[in-house]
């Protein structure tokens, strides 16, 4: 994260619009750690994908899953740990039952609870969002997939091994062509690599691409990034050209012997020259670091 203070990342649920018959997506406006919200309806139940960061934001993402369902069952997933996904489902206890992946359940318990300290300390308005909030406890873990019946629609939850984190979850609405991919894909910045040596190294940028690669192969209609603007296809191959950019243009000097200060320097220079609209560049040092060790290792 930069040294400029955080705007409130306040969800806007007035902002919600429908993709696809009976898909709507919260957007986050490009507001910092503002993630895009899913509501996903079926005859007989809705599922609510992401919660915003902190009780107020959730509480707002609840009333408005509530007001579309209408009375049908409600369902939660995260497409992975961080706070501004999933740290707002203490809200839908009781209310919705919340569905993750084991990988993701695992980083909530084991990595969660730092996650909420680092984001606490962030300060402002962050910080009051989350006073309070407890890590979050799914109701339901499993482990290769879970096939979700709305009523007339089954949405896909998928995990997809390391990539942005270990617990990386994809949420596919087959019917509508739809794909939610969670930070695995950005638009409007550079991605996000959580490399913080020695307290989390779980991202993977050679599995991410993996992952990516895997994803495109179906083309999805629509696909609804993490955080920026929604798009088809291309939302995925723009974040696959990157990430092999990066990779390529950090592996090229670390195999020159080239210093990783040294690497650090010249590839974000070049990446920013690249792609000087691109927001995030602070996250090109993060990238070059995790790839110099992946392919050190």
Not at 141 to 165: A, F, I, K, N, S
Not at 167 to 181: I, M, R
Request: aromatic share 8%.
């Amino acid at each position: 994260m930069t040294d400029e203070p955080i705007p409130d990342p306040a969800v806007r649920v007035s902002d919600a619009q429908e993709i696809a018959p009976d898909v709507l997506v919260i957007p986050n406006r490009r507001v910092q750690l503002v993630p895009n919200i899913g509501v996903v309806a079926g005859t007989r139940a809705v599922l609510v994908v992401d919660t915003g960061v902190g009780t107020a934001n959730a509480e707002q993402v609840l009333a408005f899953a509530s007001e579309v369902a209408a009375g049908r069952r409600l369902y939660l997933t995260s497409t992975h740990f961080h706070p501004e996904h999933a740290f707002g489902a203490h809200v839908f206890a009781d209310r919705a039952t919340y569905l993750v992946n084991r990988a993701q359940a695992e980083d909530l318990k084991t990595k969660g609870p730092g996650y909420l300290e680092m984001f606490r300390g962030f300060g402002g308005a962050v910080a009051r969002r989350l006073d309070g909030v407890p890590v979050p406890t799914p109701d339901v873990v499993y482990d290769d997939g879970y096939d979700l019946d709305l009523g007339g629609r089954t949405v896909r939850l998928r995990p997809t091994g390391r990539g942005h984190t270990k617990g990386d979850q994809v949420v596919e609405v087959p019917d509508a062509g739809v794909l939610f991919t969670g930070d695995l894909a950005e638009t409007g910045q550079f991605a996000i690599l959580p490399w913080f040596p020695p307290y989390d190294t779980d991202v993977s940028g050679v599995r991410w691409l993996a992952v990516l690669d895997r994803l495109a192969v179906a083309r999805p209609r629509v696909v609804v990034p993490g955080h920026g603007e929604l798009g088809g296809p291309r939302v995925l191959d723009d974040v696959r050209a990157y990430l092999r950019e990066l990779r390529n243009e950090t592996w090229r000097r670390h195999d020159s012997a080239m210093g990783e200060r040294a690497i650090v320097a010249e590839v974000r220079a070049l990446l920013i020259e690249r792609h000087p609209e691109w927001a995030g560049r602070e996250w090109i040092e993060r990238g070059v670091g995790c790839l110099c060790a992946e392919r050190a290792a």
